[in-house]
């Protein structure tokens, strides 16, 4: 059986090198390449490299090197037909053996490519020098496109006229009408498909013109603002990004890629400095979208509103980030501004946005949250139960479970009862609150109960607690008038501001509960929970690596036999944190 070389290209662009090797090698990323162990031969030092780029392996230790196919022959011991074989099973692709009849389609794919690249270079000539062009190079200066902007994509214009790149470009009929580039109309005779627009040529990731999608200028009548290529046997939207040509070196550089909605997005980001920016071509973005990007990147912003779309779209987004092992986050820009707007009156503000980015879960839920209110019980369950309704989409439980504690804190409810609803996974979350039977100014949560027993029982609780504990301003406050106190309740008073006073007051009369125990290891659980759910996103090695132990010491806390060595290591933990976010202040 020979197999078709489309085939053998289309398992080659498909599949993953480092998710294949992966299978078989626990790879790490380091700079642009991925490294472990090889298995070919016993090392203890990694010299066995992975480029997803270029889709090669190498192994400087016992020099064995090659692609996907050759790692399928020495893995399963086959041939290079049973190495095809074997990856077009794994991902799915129906092999066609190679005839005349492939011959020709591959011939036909060339004579189109070659088309569309010609007619790109007509269209781009036409705004460069001919005189209808004007008012198209005069609105591209407006928004900051023209001059070397305009020669580096390449863009062009298409002159209101019924035929004239059918007449004059010297492409043959049929090629036009199979690109999408004219059609005959009722009189069949050959017609422009596009006509008085701004155009912008989209390459596929080889630099290859593939199709174009073009605007209207401004007060054009026509109501079809942006009209794009249809698919064609060169061009299929869900497996095509704008700008990748361009973007792929930065984004393999930066291992991040930025994904637009349009082309002037996509422009402006590479104008403000950031060259790793592309954008869907008129539809959603797709798994196939993920699937190229990851041959490039393993963290993909995305530069648009990413909750439009809702719940489907983010169970999508998660079953991705699992499914291909990338992280997905949102930017957010400045009200009323999308990229192309900002790269000219405030670049700064992109990069600010980029570095910016909340993990896409964090952005649904400060969707969910922000600005409601929680002045009354009922608003605050409410509002419970809708934030754990985002949060609950996603597949994690630990996830579930730390964005959990948040929203307890947020609304100020006890966190056991949300992290129960986070551990049901339930999408429709249901509270029970209680209505407290007088309202107070202040409302008394953990961090009250904490200073409470500080200031009835010092001995029991003074060992667990430490000022990182404590968010609420006034309780911080109170907390400290307290300890530096030394536990004499006159003494604080004396210290503390008239609204930590007030506290302090109320504490010492309220009534404590009996497990002192419980009280600290749950207030400490909570703090560590907030505190690695705000982690900075760039974080080193050595954070990711402390913010790991945390969680096992989160573990140990809850045992008799090790609780009180966990409390230690996390409240060092904690403050430590604290102190390098205030510097120590």
């Known amino acids: 059986m020979a197999i078709a070389d489309d085939d053998i290209e289309r398992i080659r662009s498909t599949v993953s090198i480092v998710d294949l090797i992966g299978q078989h090698v626990q790879l790490k990323r380091t700079g642009r390449n991925w ?24 192994c400087f230790g016992c020099d064995k090197g090659g692609d996907i196919f050759t790692f399928v022959q020495e893995i399963e011991h086959t041939d290079f037909l049973g190495s095809v074989e074997y990856l077009a099973n794994k991902a799915g692709i129906q092999l066609t053996e ?25 269209y781009h000539e036409r705004l460069l020098k001919s005189p209808d062009g004007r ?33 004059e470009s010297g492409i043959a009929a049929d090629l036009l009408r199979d690109n999408g580039l004219a059609f005959n109309n009722r009189r069949d005779r ?56 361009w973007a792929k070196a930065d984004i393999v550089n930066q291992n991040q890629v930025i ?16 060259p790793r920016a592309v954008a869907t071509c008129g539809t959603a973005f797709t798994e196939e979208h993920v699937r190229l990007l990851k041959k490039y990147a393993t963290k993909v912003v995305l530069a648009f509103d990413a909750d439009t779309a809702g719940q489907g779209a983010a169970e999508r987004f998660y079953e991705w980030e699992e499914k291909y092992q990338v992280e997905v986050s949102v930017a957010s820009f400045p009200k009323g501004k999308d990229p192309g707007e900002l790269a000219q009156v405030d670049p700064g503000a992109l990069a600010t946005s980029v570095e910016g980015a909340k993990p896409f879960l964090r952005f649904r839920l400060d969707r969910a949250v922000d ?92 060992p667990f607690l430490v000022e990182a504990l404590f968010v609420d301003e006034v309780y911080r406050r109170a907390f400290k008038a307290v300890a530096d106190s030394g536990g004499d309740l006159v003494a604080a008073l004396e210290l503390a501001d008239p609204e930590a006073r007030e506290v302090i007051e109320r504490a010492a009369v309220v009534e404590t509960p009996d497990d002192v125990g419980a009280e600290a290891r749950n207030l400490i659980s909570a703090a560590v929970r907030r505190e690695l759910a705000v ?14 132990e945390a969680l096992v010491q989160m573990e140990a806390l809850r045992t008799s036999e090790r609780g009180l060595d966990a409390a230690g290591w996390l409240l060092g933990w904690l403050q430590g944190r604290m102190e390098a976010r205030t510097g120590g202040a």
């Open 371 to 462: 600005g409601k209110p929680t002045n009354t019980p009922e608003a605050a369950a409410r509002l419970g139960e809708q934030a754990m309704a985002v949060v609950n989409e996603h597949p994690n439980v630990n996830v579930r479970k730390l964005y959990a504690g948040e929203v307890a804190y947020h609304v100020g409810l006890p966190a056991q009862d949300f992290i129960t609803l986070a551990e049901r996974g339930t999408r429709t979350p249901q509270l029970r609150v209680a209505r407290p039977k007088a309202r107070q100014e202040r409302r008394e949560n953990a961090e009250f109960v904490a200073i409470s027993l500080l200031v009835q029982n010092w001995d029991a609780i003074a």
């Open 35 to 58: 490294v472990g162990l090889c298995p070919f031969h016993a090392e203890r030092t990694p010299s066995f490299n992975v480029n997803e780029t270029t889709g090669r392996y190498k």
């Open 135 to 167: 008012a198209a190079r005069d609105y591209l200066r407006s928004r900051g496109l023209a001059g070397d902007v305009a020669r580096q994509f390449k863009i062009g214009w298409a002159p209101d006229d019924w035929d004239l790149l059918a007449r």
């Open 98 to 122: 190679s005839s005349p009849g492939r011959s020709k389609e591959r011939a036909r794919r060339k004579q189109l490519v070659e088309a569309m690249a010609r007619a790109v270079d007509w």
């Open 259 to 274: 994904v637009c909605e349009g082309y002037t997005d996509v422009i402006g980001f590479h104008r403000a400095g950031l």
């Open 190 to 245: 050959m017609q422009d498909a596009f006509r008085a627009r701004v155009l912008f040529p989209i390459f596929n990731e080889n630099g290859e013109a593939v199709a174009i999608g073009g605007r209207v200028l401004p007060g054009s009548t026509d109501p079809a603002k942006y009209k794009n290529s249809p698919e064609t046997p060169i061009y299929t939207k869900s497996r095509t990004l704008y700008g990748l040509n």
């Open 535 to 548: 982690r900075t996103v760039n974080a080193d090695a050595e954070q990711i690596m402390s913010d790991r």
